[in-house]
């Protein structure tokens, strides 16, 4: 599957932005998809994801700020970032990985098979 991510920009602290995700083929339900981010200078991390029945998981520092959900019509995933703090500075790539309805909800990048080119998100204080 091939993904493209869209939605970054420049944002005050404790703005929202939504960043979108789009993926080809006809098999996105069956995928297991992810965020993760990449500040300058530091390793790639995981933001969130969410499996094929809508489950969830998030890391700790973005819990009760960012929501991440997706629409299997639209081959989309979201990722709604909410009181953004200087932090949050990154670029942030969605992934999927094809898990065929397997509840797993994966927070290691290397479980990931396919990844979108990546969306700057930069918070000012």
């Known amino acids: 599957v091939q993904l493209q991510a869209s939605g970054g920009g420049l944002v005050q602290a404790g703005g929202s932005l939504r960043l979108s995700c789009t993926a080809s083929?006809?098999?996105?339900?069956?995928?297991?998809l992810g965020w993760f981010r990449q500040a300058p200078g530091k390793e790639r991390e995981f933001v969130a994801a969410?499996?094929?029945?809508?489950?969830?998981d998030y890391a700790d520092f973005v819990k009760g700020r960012f929501t991440i959900t997706r629409d299997n019509a639209k081959n989309t995933v979201y990722l709604r970032m909410n009181s953004l703090k200087p932090e949050d500075t990154a670029v942030y790539y969605c992934?999927?990985?094809?898990?065929?309805?397997?509840?797993?909800?994966?927070?290691?990048?290397?479980?990931?098979?396919?990844w979108g080119q990546g969306t700057l998100v930069t918070v000012s204080s």
């Open positions: 083929g006809r098999t996105f339900s069956e995928y297991l």
């Open positions: 992934a999927a990985r094809r898990t065929r309805y397997s509840l797993v909800l994966s927070t290691r990048w290397d479980e990931y098979d396919s």
């Open positions: 969410i499996n094929w029945s809508g489950g969830t």
